[in-house]
């Protein structure tokens, strides 16, 4: 690959980028001639990368009249962690883990992406950890309870759930509000 092919995918990437950035900024949409303007680029252009963001990178791109824009709850910024903050972030999901007690996908998704951006040492533990991870247990009702509390939390509403404090005695059901999870 020579210099030129080189420094124009370098160019489109950044520009994808700038363009899912944009999107993401302005959660209300663009038109296809203020992305241009802003990325500098052609409507033509414009189409292509709104294409490619969806086709390539599957970023969810919706169209109302002449807007675009990126469905909500899609896009979260990049993070970047010091070394200090990485290690935080596996020391509190093993301790999660160590009192689960089962599989989580969510968690595997959590280590494998931070196995990417940390020490080599840091990763060798992650890494560890998933082998280890994968062996537990999997429960996909104790998972979708957990979501379901999870999601009545962000969102301030009360859940009716129902327990046994023996296995002998009847359920009792309750209403709940989690405020914290």
Known sequence: MNKVE?????????RLLKVEHLLYQNPKGLT????????????????RDLIALESE??????????????MEGHFLPPVHFTLPEALNI???????LNYAHRYDPNMASIFLKLSSIVS???????QKTMVWMQKQPRNEQYLGILAA??????SQRRVKISYRA??????TERVIEPYFF
Do not use: H, N
């Open 6 to 14: 080189r420094t124009g995918k370098t160019d489109r990437t950044a």
């Open 32 to 47: 296809i001639e203020e992305i241009a303007r802003l990325c500098d680029v052609s409507k033509r252009t414009t189409y």
């Open 57 to 70: 990178l599957e970023v969810p791109i919706w169209e109302e009249g002449r807007k675009r824009g990126i």
């Open 90 to 96: 596996f020391l509190a999901a093993r301790l999660m």
């Open 120 to 126: 080599p040492l840091l990763k060798e533990q992650i």
């Open 149 to 154: 509390l999870a999601e009545a939390w962000l």
């Open 166 to 171: 023996l296995a002998r005695e009847k359920a």
